[in-house]
């Protein structure tokens, strides 16, 4: 799970807690460190060759800030129900259904926490999946002192993104009329006869350059350089200059993600470390029945089985960002020590004979 370290997890099951609707009962955890969590999004130029990301980092305390919405365009719900293969009128009403109103547990544009060098962790997104639904492990991750940029990639394996571009002279000559909109990108299946083998190294070439983009871009920010942001807010980027640690930078990914995050390290020397996740938000937003039928929840415990997972990916950060902080009191569960935890892997991790 973690570097070169496999933890396999074992939990007992949550009771069902009765209800058809998820937002009513289900909701994704708050970070348990010591710090709270905001979070914002940043989009660079006007065309898909930009950056996407949404950024989760410790802030000061805004008891007034409503929560993030967790899913926050309905766009995202058609890509969802293309990636599921539903019909998109049924999958759109679904899911605005049952995770419409579930928010995270993030204060959206809350004021940038100053006064110390945080470790920045680049985390890229599976199959399928976008920047806000592993908001769990990044809340967390902020939670414990690091700043997290969320990629959402743009090679058509994002279940839907978008860039914005500007309206032609005659679709703004309203002063009513935003001189922007979106263009939506959805998940390009593969076409009869590909081979997916092809798409997907073309794929993860693209992700863990957009990764990097990410990196430089946050790096731009913590120099002092000014930022255009096309996307509407009120987060004063100004706040995080000489914020990050740029001696401790590590990326970190789920599925298809854990793909691209080792393409970045190949790449980058400047990150560090890796972590692979497993942990998308919709096994907390999900009920058992909703749940099994989509394949998003499995036999374990969430709570529990995530706290293992992040335990062992922050002893894991710990020991190879060289942290002056006290997870190493984890260090058992990379090793695959602890209650609920397998040491080992079924992957077979034999060196491969040569031709």
């Not at 370290?5 to 609707?21: D, H, I, W, Y």
Request: glycine letters at 8%.
């Amino acid at each position: 799970m973690v570097g070169n370290s496999v933890v396999c997890l074992s939990a007992k099951a949550p009771k069902e807690m009765g209800s058809n609707s998820a937002e009513k009962f289900y909701r994704i955890p708050e970070g348990k460190g010591p710090h709270s969590v905001g979070c914002t999004d940043l989009m660079t130029e006007n065309a898909a060759e930009g950056s996407f990301l949404r950024l989760y980092y410790p802030s000061c305390n805004a008891t007034d800030n409503e929560e993030a919405p967790w899913i926050p365009d309905k766009e995202y719900y058609q890509g969802l129900s293309d990636f599921l293969n539903m019909y998109r009128v049924v999958g759109e009403r679904l899911f605005q259904y049952y995770v419409g109103s579930v928010t995270c547990p993030a204060k959206p544009n809350a004021d940038f926490k100053p006064g110390e060098k945080y470790p920045l962790l680049v985390f890229s997104h599976g199959l399928g999946a976008f920047r806000t639904i592993y908001s769990a492990i990044c809340i967390e991750m902020a939670s414990q002192g690091f700043i997290v940029a969320a990629v959402e990639h743009r090679d058509e394996s994002a279940s839907a993104t978008y860039y914005c571009k500007k309206k032609s002279v005659s679709e703004t000559e309203e002063e009513s009329t935003p001189n922007m909109e979106k263009e939506w990108i959805y998940y390009r299946k593969l076409k009869s006869g590909e081979e997916e083998r092809c798409l997907r190294h073309k794929q993860v070439q693209q992700r863990a350059q957009e990764c990097i983009k990410a990196l430089n871009l946050i790096l731009k920010i913590n120099s002092g350089e000014e930022v255009m942001n096309v996307l509407n807010s009120d987060f004063d980027w100004n706040k995080l200059k000489d914020s990050v640690d740029t001696s401790r930078i590590a990326v970190m990914g789920h599925s298809f993600g854990g793909a691209t995050v080792i393409e970045s390290l190949s790449k980058e020397i400047r990150f560090r470390g890796s972590v692979h996740q497993s942990f998308p938000d919709f096994t907390f937003v999900s009920g058992e029945i909703i749940g099994k039928f989509f394949k998003l929840k499995g036999e374990i415990d969430p709570h529990e089985a995530i706290d293992i997972s992040n335990h062992a990916s922050l002893a894991f950060l710990q020991k190879h960002l060289s942290l002056t902080k006290d997870f190493d009191k984890w260090d058992s569960l990379v090793d695959g020590i602890g209650p609920n935890v397998i040491s080992g892997t079924n992957i077979d991790l034999s060196p491969s004979q040569g031709e």
